[in-house]
């Protein structure tokens, strides 16, 4: 089975603390995504990296970065967290484009709240 | 850019009962791939199930089945003899077929809550 784990179910932090989340996936995916979950909006895409080292911004790329050294884990970075980025965070990974369906495979998710 | 929308916040069922999950999307693309995924509470994002753009024949998956109208941009899920164990968030999504178009955009979602 896919594993895609993800370092902390539940994480509190302080506004202005930097904080790292972190994704580790099982499957030798070249492809890793974090989204960002909230009631009414859905997923939305904050960054990808489809290689090691490399990384697009997404929708919402604001306020975070990410760092992809190792090719089964992709960290999640806020530099500065603010109380509007309280949310559910959700790592998915996948493999490249050229079968078919290219599911992607989800983490358990982070519920970050930032006081 | 290409939207997804669900047009159902919440849906409720009669456990056995037969529901149908909305979702429409806009693209100017001719070939891409739509999919359900399912998020129970507190557990993790899975694939129900998916579908090629090019294939006319609606995908069926046990209990699950689309209706896709390709003219119309329409992708509904169509749950059969439900189970309390279908209670869930579920997501529709969007992927381009284009080569390197691997994100997936996303509807609002749909509360189900089905009743015993």
């Known amino acids: 089975d896919v594993k895609v784990t993800q370092s902390s179910r539940y994480l509190v932090k302080r506004t202005g603390e930097k904080v790292f989340l972190e994704c580790v996936q099982d499957?030798?995916?070249?492809?890793m995504f974090w989204y960002r979950q909230d009631p009414g909006l859905g997923l939305r895409l904050i960054y990808f990296?489809?290689?090691?080292?490399?990384?697009e911004k997404g929708d919402i790329p604001e306020g975070y970065s990410v760092s992809r050294e190792k090719k089964e884990r992709f960290s999640l970075i806020l530099e500065s967290a603010s109380t509007n980025q309280t949310s559910m965070y959700l790592c998915?990974?996948?493999?490249?484009?050229?079968?078919?369906?290219?599911?992607?495979?989800f983490g358990p998710g982070t519920r970050l709240t930032v006081l | 850019a290409q939207t997804v929308t669900q047009s159902q916040p919440e849906m409720s069922v009669q456990e056995a009962e037969t529901v149908t999950l909305s979702c429409t999307y806009d693209?100017?693309?001719?070939?891409?791939?739509l999919f359900w995924y399912k998020q129970p509470p507190s557990r993790q994002m899975i694939l129900v199930i998916r579908?090629?753009?090019?294939?006319?024949q609606n995908a069926t998956e046990n209990r699950f089945s689309v209706n896709f109208q390709k003219a119309a941009k329409s992708f509904s899920l169509k749950i059969s003899d439900s189970q309390l164990g279908d209670a869930a968030m579920y997501f529709c999504?969007?992927?381009?077929?284009?080569?390197?178009?691997?994100?997936?955009?996303f509807g609002k979602g749909t509360k189900l809550t089905v009743n015993p």
């Open positions: 998915a990974s996948g493999w490249v484009t050229g079968e078919a369906y290219n599911e992607q495979f």
């Open positions: 499957m030798d995916h070249e492809n």
């Open positions: 990296s489809y290689d090691v080292k490399m990384k």
């Open positions: 693209t100017s693309e001719s070939d891409y791939y």
């Open positions: 579908q090629e753009a090019y294939k006319q």
């Open positions: 999504a969007y992927r381009s077929a284009e080569g390197g178009s691997e994100k997936l955009v």
